[in-house]
Each structure stands twice: as structure tokens, then as C-alpha cells.
């Protein structure tokens, strides 16, 4: 038969391909439409966990945030380096719900809107942050500052019924391994060092069991071979969730061989591998000529 919105004869199977996809009824296409033009923009974002996209900050006229548009993958872990005042910090406060943004779209996992939700709505998502300076219960073992990690995972009624079991158990001695801390299991939080507080941290949070994982100057203060032992740590954890680490040492950065980021004046000045980056002119004229 002969299409009459097509000059061209088509037969058999070819014919239900060359028929308008019009809906019968006119709501139903207009719902077809949304739905399509939904699904168009939403695709740049459908494999990503971080979607950053033209996201604007000011305190009181000073822009912190000024388009900044960051993506990160499943899996990925990315440094951030920056001068001071690069927006570094405030980029983390939105990410966390700490901060709203003035505009542009936040997205974690693809779907889901986090302008929309509050710290512990994030938290429970699946987003736990470690700040510069470790916070641990100084007074109580290594293994309780774990045990109650985990324990915070179930909330407090829950806790309070809760009898420890294997699977516990398994999870504390695999977090205990991961964070290099077994020998120290039985020590008092205050005993550690600096740098073994900051993995008892982030083992803290591992605990909780996040897919994203931010990490703010992870090794100020770290002794050298703390420095280099953290840049594994890390890299360890990157094995199976995604992770963003806001570092100004140099050195530590090209330990851990990820893609880096250079914030400046609240936006992406250059992005790509260290060498790259750092040999970037308005890096080096901005932050690593200083």
C-alpha cells in the first residue's frame, strides 16, 4: 500500500516504520514527548556517580562557586588541587548538603538531585566526608571507634538490640586490614599517631559504607612514609567505590596516578593527568608558580 505522508511504496515489515508515531490521543503524546526530551537530559549523566553541572556560589557578593561543572565516574577517584580560596572547600560543602548552591545541577548516582536533600539525607545515600582534622573518640580502642561506626549504620533503637555478629565481626577485621590499623586494634585512639588517626578516620567512615568517598588534605602533618602509605590506603579504597581527594601536596598527588582537577576562582581551570596539568601556564601562573 501507499503511505500517504510518503511518496515512496512501502510493504511488509517497512510499513510500520514508515507510519507517524503519532498517539490516538493527544495527551498521550505530549506525556511521549516529556518523557523523551527527560530521557535527552538526563543521558550526559546516566553513567556518572558526581554530575556537577554550572553550579554558582556567593557569600555576601564574593563568588566561591562561578560555573563550576565537575563529573565523576563509578569507580573513579579524583585529586582537587587548587590555590587557596579556589573553592575547593565550598564545592565539598555543596556536594555534602552543608551548602545550597544559587544555581546549577547537582546530581549523585545519575538520578538523584542532592540539591533537593539535607547532610544526613546525603549521608544516608551513601556520601561520607573526612575533614583535615581527624575526629575519633581518643578515649576508647581502635576497634570501638569501629564498632561504633558500624553500630551508627543501624540507628539507635536498633543499636541498642543489636548482638554483634559474624558478618560484623568480618567487616571490622577487613576494615582493621584495609587501614593498615590490626596491630593497633587494642590501642587507645589517643596512643596513634597522626597519621594512623586520620586511616582510623577513614576507616570510621568506611564503615558506613559509602559509594563516594571525600577526602579533605588527607596527609597534613603525615610523617613522609605516613605520605606514601596513605597514597595506597587510598588507592585500595578506590577499588570499589569512587573517591575525591583535595590535596595540595604535589608530591602525594602523583602517588596516587589519578586524573586531577585545578580549581581556581570557583571554576575548572585545567583538568587531565598531573604532568599535563602541572605543566599547564595558567596553573603554573596561578598556583604552582607561587
Not at 21 to 39: F, M, N
Not at 46 to 63: C, E, I, M, P, Q
Not at 166 to 177: C, K, Y
Amino acid at each position: 500500500m501507499r503511505d500517504p505522508f510518503n511518496p515512496v511504496p512501502v510493504t511488509g515489515a517497512d510499513e510500520s516504520l514508515a507510519r507517524p508515531r503519532v498517539s490516538p490521543h493527544p495527551y498521550a503524546t505530549l506525556l511521549a514527548e516529556r518523557e523523551a526530551a527527560r530521557a535527552g537530559a538526563t543521558a550526559p549523566r546516566r553513567d556518572t556517580l558526581l554530575y556537577l553541572n554550572a553550579v554558582s556560589k556567593s557569600f555576601d557578593g564574593f563568588k566561591a562557586i562561578n560555573g563550576l561543572s565537575l563529573v565523576l565516574a563509578k569507580g573513579e577517584m579524583r585529586a582537587i588541587i587548587g590555590p587557596n580560596g579556589a573553592g575547593k572547600t565550598t564545592m565539598m560543602d555543596i556536594i555534602t548538603g552543608k551548602t545550597r548552591p544559587d544555581a546549577g545541577e547537582i546530581f549523585f548516582d545519575g538520578e538523584t538531585d542532592l540539591t533537593r536533600h539535607d547532610e544526613a539525607e546525603i549521608a544516608a545515600m551513601g556520601i561520607g566526608r573526612k575533614f583535615q582534622k581527624p575526629t575519633v573518640f581518643e578515649n576508647h580502642s581502635v576497634e570501638d571507634n569501629l564498632r561504633l561506626a558500624l553500630a551508627g549504620r543501624r540507628g539507635v533503637f536498633a543499636t541498642l538490640l543489636h548482638r554483634e555478629s559474624a558478618a560484623d565481626r568480618a567487616r571490622l577485621g577487613e576494615i582493621l586490614e584495609l587501614t593498615r590499623l590490626g596491630p593497633k586494634r587494642a590501642s587507645a585512639a589517643a596512643d596513634l599517631s597522626h597519621g594512623q588517626k586520620q586511616w582510623l578516620e577513614i576507616g570510621m567512615l568506611l564503615a558506613q559504607d559509602p559509594q563516594l568517598l571525600l577526602v579533605d588534605e588527607p596527609v597534613a602533618g603525615m610523617t613522609d612514609a605516613e605520605t606514601e602509605e596513605t597514597a595506597r590506603l587510598l588507592r585500595d579504597i578506590a577499588r570499589t567505590r569512587s573517591v575525591v581527594v583535595v590535596e595540595h601536596d604535589m608530591h602525594f598527588v602523583r602517588e596516587l596516578g589519578v586524573k586531577v582537577t585545578c580549581l581556581h576562582e570557583g571554576a575548572v581551570l585545567a583538568e587531565g593527568p598531573l604532568d599535563a596539568v602541572s605543566a599547564d601556564p595558567k596553573v603554573v601562573e596561578v598556583y604552582l608558580g607561587r
